[in-house]
Every structure is written in C-alpha cells, then in structure tokens.
C-alpha cells in the first residue's frame, strides 16, 4: 500500500493480524524518497531562497513576535496573532524547501553527452498534428517548470510522453481537451 503526503511516497506495508489487515509499524527502510532531478540552477535557487527565508525572514519575524508581546494582554492582541501565523507560515515553508532539496538530484547539463533520445535537460520543438503548430519546451525538474517561459517538468503528462523519443517520433497526450498528437521536430 502506498500513502501519498505532498511530494514523497511513502510504502506501508501490510500484516494480517487476526483476520484484519492493518498497517504495520513505519520502518525507516519503509520511506522510499522519489528522487526529483533538477538542474544545478534550479537547485541554486531553492537553496538561495531557504537561506533567504532562514537568515533574513525568521529573524524578522521572531522580532515581529517580541514586540507584539510587550503590548500586553495576548487574548486581544492582533499584532502577536498575526505574528504567529506568519512564523507559522513560514516555518512551513522552510519545511517544504528543505524536503524538496533533500530529494533533488542534482543532473548537470553540461557534462553529458549530447543524447540520441531525448531526456532531462533537452529542448524540444514538437509539433501538434491537429493545428500544425510548433512550440519549444524544455524538459525540467517539477520545481523548474514555467510554462510562460517554455519550461515543463519532465513528470508532466507531456514531459513523460516525451522522454525517450526521437526525431519523428509522434506521442500522444491526454489532455483536458482529449488526446492530442505532437511530433517531435527536433530535440537538442
């Protein structure tokens, strides 16, 4: 059985214990950590911003708290709620990044060789046979996409379509609209 929280997987295996089932007790060799590739950009980028809301942010913050706790009476205070929230807020998030960064995998692009097939790191121009219209992606980690700017994860339903292929090949994709076919023009 798996259980899903947020971005990692974790497996819980299953006993039978008097005619039930029921989960058994979570062993560190239980977790199984999904690797997430990422560029060494994208990886900078996360770390900058954890240093930034460690460094700069939580200490803004803590010192928000203090001063709400010299006005006074707590049960009233809005300025020490809020405070709190915020720290709350913010502590979440350093959390989140800094799971994040522990599962990355760090792929560098600019030592491989250039690849047959495509894979992480490649820029792709395909086109979708049903408009004849041609746009250019370029296969990413999940916390370095942007559509606006032409990046995709490679854990997309389109970056997982892609993967592998080569020159002519044609993939299909479902989307919200239905299936959809692109071609794979040229990959780099």
């Not at 009233?76 to 990355?104: F, G, M, P, V, W």
Request: aromatic share 6%.
């Amino acid at each position: 059985m798996y259980r899903f929280c947020r971005n990692f997987v974790f497996r819980v295996e299953v006993r039978k214990r008097r005619g039930t089932l029921a989960p058994s007790r979570i062993q560190p060799e239980d977790i199984i950590v999904e690797k997430r590739p990422i560029s060494p950009e994208g990886h900078r980028k996360l770390q900058q911003e954890l240093d930034q809301l460690v460094r700069v942010e939580r200490p803004k913050i803590l010192k928000e708290i203090e001063i709400a706790l010299g006005h006074g009476d707590l049960s009233e205070n809005a300025e020490y709620t809020y405070a709190k929230e915020k720290h709350s807020l913010l502590e979440t998030r350093i959390r989140d990044l800094q799971a994040r960064l522990a599962a990355c995998e760090v792929i560098n692009l600019e030592s491989r060789p250039k690849p047959d097939r495509i894979v992480f790191g490649c820029s792709v121009t395909i086109e979708d046979l049903e408009t004849s219209e041609q746009k250019v992606y370029t296969l990413l980690g999940q916390d370095e996409a942007d559509i606006g700017k032409g990046i995709i994860s490679v854990s997309s339903p389109l970056g997982r379509a892609l993967i592998g292929k080569q020159t002519a090949d044609v993939v299909e994709v479902k989307t919200p609209e239905g299936l959809r076919e692109f071609e794979v023009i040229d990959f780099c």
